[in-house]
């Protein structure tokens, strides 16, 4: 059962330009999500993070947005630029004492075009 | 530095035979997680290490057994595996919770084929 939906398998947008990725969830007990970039052949690299306790934040170009009632997060690039072009994997997960089990989506392919 | 060794990075392997896939961090971190991800899909989630003891397994196949022997190492043992095991292992590492931050930083994996 995929707790954590990335809807659009992929998206082209011209450089410059924002590149908005979206992401649902439906455990209710998710309150940390992070997005994380993937090459192809590499492992995930991680982009930024928020906690269920902001509906925002920011790291550069990089903006990620929570809405718990709708339990849906967005992570929004600006300016895009051609090395975005990635596999993003947006990831949720219960926080506990012991480790954490992280829950991806099945991502989004960027593509952004000069 | 954020780096998580993994090794080997490409891995053929009969089904009889006995394996061992290897990962490093020196972040400090004391949790550790075995990931599978098949083409196209998303990591799946194998096991998680907290402070170098196994805390989370999700129900995976005695054929894949892990171990930690310290905070910095994590091998997955492999043994009889089947060719649906083929797939990219990934290794990640974090803080435990209850510290400030605990994003999973990821190795760049081994490509397993069991033939």
């Known amino acids: 059962d995929q707790q954590v939906k990335q809807n659009s398998p992929s998206l082209s947008v011209q450089e410059g330009r924002i590149s908005i990725l979206n992401c649902d969830y439906t455990?209710?007990?998710?309150?940390?999500f992070l997005w994380y970039k993937k090459y192809p052949a590499e492992g995930p690299t991680f982009l930024i993070s928020i906690s269920s306790i902001k509906d925002k934040n920011e790291d550069g170009r990089f903006t990620v947005f929570l809405n718990k009632s709708a339990k849906h997060l967005s992570l929004h690039i600006v300016p895009s630029q051609p090395g975005d072009s990635a596999v993003y994997f947006c990831?949720?997960?219960?926080?506990?004492?012991?480790?954490?089990?992280?829950?991806f989506g099945k991502g989004t392919s960027l593509l952004v075009t000069p | 530095d954020t780096e998580v060794t993994q090794t080997p990075k490409h891995l053929v392997m009969g089904m009889t035979n006995k394996k061992s896939l290897k990962c490093e961090q020196h972040?400090?971190?004391?949790?550790m997680y075995w990931y599978k991800q098949k083409a196209k899909k998303p990591p799946e989630l194998m096991f998680v290490?907290?402070?170098?003891?196994?805390?989370i397994n999700e129900s995976v196949p005695s054929r894949f057994s892990p171990e930690c022997p310290n905070s910095s190492l994590l091998n997955l043992h492999l043994h009889a595996l089947q060719p649906e095991d083929s797939a990219l292992y990934l290794c990640?590492?974090?803080?435990?919770?209850?510290?400030?931050?605990?994003?999973?930083?990821f190795g760049p994996g081994t490509r397993l084929t069991v033939t």
């Open positions: 972040m400090g971190h004391r949790a």
């Open positions: 990831a949720a997960s219960p926080l506990s004492n012991s480790g954490y089990a992280l829950n």
């Open positions: 990640a590492s974090s803080h435990p919770t209850g510290t400030t931050s605990y994003e999973q930083y």
């Open positions: 290490y907290s402070y170098e003891k196994l805390s």
């Open positions: 455990n209710s007990m998710f309150d940390y």
